[in-house]
């Protein structure tokens, strides 16, 4: 694909109709290879006249006519890799990665490769349609808005604001998904969700309440620190490529062990020096099994406990239960090879443990989450380079997004949904708080005292088919959902598919805003009130967006939206108008025409996330750093030199006080060995300062520089005035705090920004400096503890480990026990889990859209172990039935490989299009099916919701596999 030439630089090859406008040239073996980090995907997504990628991107001389490089962000994963897009005329020609970026270092995968099809893509929705009589009919804007407006204004004034549902997205931009919530404020629910719902809440709620955040705490760069890796229900060397760069060099340059614990032999799991294979949903098991060892043997960091963390006491009597014995009877993994990673994990410090979804997606998902925290508080290895939770999310923005509030719980910066976190956004945005108040319904509680559905969480999107299919009178809200609106979320990445059929089918209206048709548009049998939006892809826009590591990225735009096809920001205007709203949803954003200015919703937030320190990210603060990413270390993530001189690359949360206050960033949480100045901090004063007469607050640590050198609570005014610090406030900053509550004022919501910086001036976090918890005691598990999976073929465990009785929490009924008694494991003998692929991502809609990895991989299929295949009759390559114990069915191809043990069985999720064996091709709108289609993994998954984020469970389930005739 490498033509020779003259001129000294490599050109990529076109196909031979298309060279007459490019040059090529030559490139040696040296610098190919040393270039080939992204061979890979270059590779696989190999280039034609359409454009890819192999060189280092740079206008050429040769070129007619101009080429514009436009740096954006790929949007896929969580890495925040760099694309520099080539546009020429207005033409996205070619891409390539970013050599300059501290993240990808010049690398792509497949996916990242290949992400100009993703924009340009023929199989996009390239205008407004609806449903009529069981055909696609093409309709204008103006008609979709009208007649949707007047659907969802009937519904809100006959049924209640909470009857129509917005389901946002972790591929909108901060701003976007900033306005999203703002959005749903506006029409009055708390009935809006996104992605991160059914991927990392449990992180989220499990981390948040240990320590402080619910985010990963240091970075994919910092794993070059790392003495020891441990993986646990992660396979990022599918689900996030590129973060292998940086895995690969710690296990490499510093001889780091990589412990890779999972039930498959994934391609992570490749690259271990330790594997452990383990019963899927046994997490908590595995993780005390290894601390047994660890306390048995004294090879705790007994000094950081006794400063940093309360509770371990109360964890110790918990693991004293799982000797090697038990370990081993609950998730197979041998005594020996327990000792042997306890051992390891001891004697390789600091070590970083790492999860994703395989972690996350159980009933109990929030106690696995926070038995990963315990391991590393019983290691020591928190608060330091090369330590930490590195918690790798999914999406491009999932970060940002659930940083912004697209959440059924909270408002933006996880300020939830109380009166107080109302009246700080009511004076953010501008407007009465009675205005707000007023938009929200109430209803009869079970005491006939009147609740205000404003201060209650809404239906997660993991429940919203429950919010339509449920008896009206078992909801916790007035009325069933009416309306629901997919605003880029892809329904196949949900469980029990039957049912979200019969969901969708019985809904007024479905709306789906995408730059992809998905699966909504097939799933059910609908004939009409089905609406198809095209929205832009996020080249065809511009903003910023968070990566997994908390840093900040600003896109440009690559090209003008194409077809008929809306930016979503624009799109929720257009919305607001015609409902009502507009006017004092956007009075403080400059409107140009219809498209609200993404620079001032950027400073909107900076004036109001001051819990997670989304303040000091002003627009040009993000594109300078995006303009000098060569000036970044591409360890430390801190810029050596240049106009960034000391920040952290994208000025990772929290970046406190306003941007004008300078602050760097902060790369690794928790790190007291920095001033908070600089990035440092304690464990956050989360949860008051004692509990049942211990102390909560930080034993002699602090961060260095801080005036208190001890623990203590968070800010407020009086606290300043106590100190006698007050007197460092500015007039104005004074003035703004008095406004607000006076002495009672917090960190939180001074809009001034003062009690921050007067804090840090001082060298303290204004959020405090307490200990971590390592007891919970506002969860159903204040320990975490192992419970079996609700539907598990292992009968024997539950008279120890059974499930939580049912109730009813985020608005509905909630099946554990009942679900759990019953015996299905004689009809669906087979464990039955699953995960990603290198070649999709998510629902695959977009991914298997692109013809590039749409031919590496054609088929679903089930992974079987070849001694199950045997047993069944199956051989590799034939089609099986995959039956699920709610009835749902699936007709895939078999895969028999080791990969899985005997009993276990995988899907990927990112397929969809056929349903219990039909094909669903022809219900496409013309033109817009993905070139891939397949069954949904999802059809034949079950119910099981987490005991405190109703996370859906997916890892972990049962099955029968059977011949197809």
């Known amino acids: 694909m490498l033509r020779k030439k003259t001129s000294g630089v490599a050109r990529r090859g076109r196909l031979s109709s298309a060279f007459a406008d490019f040059s090529?040239?030559?490139?040696?073996?040296?610098?190919?290879?040393?270039?080939?980090?992204?061979?890979?995907?270059?590779?696989?997504?190999?280039?034609?006249?359409?454009?890819?990628?192999?060189?280092?991107?740079?206008?050429q001389a040769a070129t007619v006519g101009k080429v514009d490089i436009k740096k954006s962000v790929c949007t896929h994963?969580?890495?925040?890799?760099?694309?520099?897009?080539?546009?020429?005329?207005?033409?996205?020609?070619?891409?390539e990665p970013g050599f300059d970026s501290p993240f990808n270092l010049g690398s792509h995968c497949a996916k990242g490769a290949s992400v100009r099809e993703h924009a340009h893509g023929e199989r996009r929705l390239k205008y407004p349609t609806k449903l009529v009589g069981g055909k696609w009919e093409r309709i204008s804007w103006d008609q979709a808005i009208e007649e949707l407006g007047d659907k969802m204004l009937q519904v809100r004034d006959a049924e209640g604001p909470d009857s129509v549902y917005w389901l946002g997205s972790a591929k909108h931009n901060n701003e976007q998904a900033y306005l999203m919530r703002k959005f749903a404020a506006f029409f009055g629910t708390n009935n809006v969700d996104h992605q991160a719902r059914i991927c990392h809440s449990t992180t989220v709620a499990g981390v948040a309440n240990t320590w402080g955040y619910g985010?990963?705490?240091?970075?994919?760069?910092?794993?070059?620190?790392?003495?020891?890796?441990?993986?646990?229900?992660?396979?990022?060397?599918?689900?996030?490529?590129?973060?292998?760069?940086?895995?690969?060099?710690?296990?490499?340059?510093?001889?780091?062990?990589?412990?890779?614990?999972?039930?498959?032999?994934?391609?992570?799991?490749?690259?271990?020096?330790?594997?452990?294979?383990?019963?899927?949903?046994?997490?908590?098991?595995?993780?005390?099994?290894?601390?047994?060892?660890?306390?048995?043997?004294?090879?705790?960091?007994?000094?950081?406990?006794?400063?940093?963390?309360?509770?371990?006491?109360?964890?110790?009597?918990?693991?004293?239960?799982?000797?090697?014995?038990e370990v081993e009877r609950v998730t197979g993994v041998p005594g020996s090879q327990m000792k042997r990673v306890a051992k390891t994990l001891a004697n390789n410090r600091p070590g970083t443990v790492i999860w994703c979804m395989g972690g996350t997606q159980h009933t109990n998902g929030n106690n696995n989450t926070r038995a990963y925290c315990v391991l590393q508080l019983a290691l020591g290895n928190m608060g330091k380079a090369g330590g930490g939770t590195n918690i790798f999310r999914g999406h491009d923005n999932v970060q940002g997004a659930t940083d912004l509030g697209v959440l059924a719980d909270t408002l933006p910066g996880y300020y939830g949904l109380s009166d107080g976190a109302w009246a700080h956004w009511s004076r953010v945005w501008d407007v009465e708080n009675d205005y707000i108040r007023g938009r929200f319904n109430t209803m009869k509680g079970a005491d006939g005292k009147d609740v205000a559905m404003i201060n209650q969480k809404g239906i997660?999107?993991?429940?919203?088919?429950?919010?339509?299919?449920?008896?009206?009178?078992?909801?916790?809200?007035?009325?069933?959902?009416?309306?629901?609106?997919?605003?880029?979320?892809?329904?196949?990445?949900?469980?029990?598919?039957?049912?979200?059929k019969v969901a969708?089918?019985?809904?007024?209206?479905?709306?789906?805003?995408?730059?992809?048709?998905?699966?909504?548009?097939?799933?059910?049998?609908?004939?009409?009130g089905v609406y198809l939006l095209p929205a832009t892809t996020q080249f065809e826009t511009y903003g910023s967006v968070t990566a997994s590591n908390r840093s900040l990225q600003w896109r440009e735009k690559v090209v003008e939206p194409l077809f008929e096809s809306l930016p979503d920001h624009t799109i929720m205007y257009k919305l607001a108008k015609k409902l009502g709203f507009a006017d004092e949803m956007f009075k403080n954003i400059e409107v140009n025409g219809e498209e609200p200015l993404i620079e001032d919703i950027t400073r909107e937030f900076n004036k109001g996330m001051w819990t997670i320190g989304y303040t000091g990210q002003s627009p040009e603060r993000m594109k300078l750093h995006m303009a000098n990413q060569h000036t970044f270390d591409r360890t430390t993530l801190r810029a050596l030199g240049g106009p960034c001189d000391g920040d952290f690359y994208g000025m990772p949360w929290p970046c406190w006080g306003t941007a004008e206050m300078g602050h760097p960033g902060s790369a690794n949480l928790y790190d007291p060995s920095l001033p908070v100045a600089e990035g440092g901090m304690p464990f956050r004063a989360r949860f008051g300062v004692e509990r049942d007469g211990d102390n909560l607050l930080a034993e002699d640590s602090w961060p260095v520089d801080s005036e208190i050198q001890d623990g203590y609570p968070e800010f407020t005014m009086a606290m300043l005035k106590s100190l006698g610090w007050d007197g460092d406030l500015t007039d104005d900053e004074r003035a703004s705090i008095e406004a607000v509550a006076g002495d009672k004022t917090n960190w939180k919501t001074d809009l001034s920004g003062g009690i921050q910086r007067v804090a840090i001036k001082h060298g303290c976090a204004p959020y405090g400096n307490a200990k971590a918890r390592a007891v919970v005691w506002t969860f159903p598990d204040p320990v975490p503890v192992h419970r079996e999976p609700l539907y598990t073929n292992r009968r024997d465990l539950l008279d120890k480990y059974a499930t939580y009785e049912d109730k009813t929490f985020w608005r509905v009924p909630t099946a554990y026990k009942s679900i759990q008694e019953n015996d299905f494991s004689k009809d669906f003998p087979m464990i039955l889990t699953s995960g990603r692929l290198v070649e999709y991502e998510g629902g695959g809609d977009e991914t298997r859209s692109n013809p590039w990895l749409a031919e590496l991989q054609q088929d679903m299929f089930i992974e079987i172990n070849p001694a199950d295949a045997n047993d069944l009759g199956v051989r590799d390559g034939e089609m099986v039935w995959v039956h699920g114990p709610e009835g749902g069915k699936v007709k895939v191809m078999a895969m028999t490989t080791q990969r899985v043990g005997r009993g276990v069985t995988f899907m990927p999720f990112h397929f969809g299009g056929h349903y219990q064996g039909e094909d669903q091709r022809s219900k496409y709108p013309k033109g817009s099916d993905p070139y891939v289609l397949g069954e949904a993994t999802n059809t034949a998954q079950t119910y099981g919701y987490d005991s405190v984020t109703q996370m859906q469970e997916t890892k972990a389930t049962l099955c029968r596999i059977e011949r197809a005739a």
């Open 24 to 59: 090529s040239a030559t490139m040696d073996r040296r610098t190919f290879l040393r270039r080939s980090g992204v061979a890979a995907g270059g590779l696989a997504a190999v280039t034609t006249a359409s454009g890819g990628m192999v060189q280092k991107a740079q206008a």
């Open 460 to 500: 997660p999107v993991s429940r919203w088919i429950d919010g339509v299919l449920e008896d009206e009178d078992k909801l916790q809200q007035p009325a069933n959902t009416k309306v629901m609106v997919f605003w880029g979320h892809a329904p196949n990445s949900q469980t029990r598919l039957p049912d979200m």
């Open 504 to 528: 969708m089918e019985k809904l007024d209206t479905l709306v789906v805003i995408d730059p992809y048709p998905t699966m909504s548009a097939v799933l059910s049998d609908r004939k009409d």
């Open 215 to 325: 985010a990963m705490t240091n970075s994919y760069n910092d794993i070059h620190n790392s003495r020891a890796i441990f993986i646990i229900g992660g396979n990022p060397a599918e689900a996030h490529p590129v973060s292998l760069l940086h895995v690969l060099k710690a296990k490499e340059e510093n001889n780091a062990p990589l412990i890779v614990c999972d039930p498959r032999f994934t391609r992570t799991a490749a690259h271990a020096t330790e594997y452990v294979r383990f019963r899927p949903g046994s997490d908590v098991a595995l993780v005390w099994g290894i601390l047994w060892h660890i306390f048995e043997n004294g090879w705790e960091d007994k000094e950081f406990i006794r400063q940093r963390v309360w509770g371990m006491d109360q964890i110790k009597a918990e693991v004293a239960n799982w000797d090697p014995e």
């Open 77 to 95: 994963c969580s890495v925040g890799c760099t694309v520099l897009a080539e546009v020429k005329d207005g033409v996205w020609v070619g891409q």
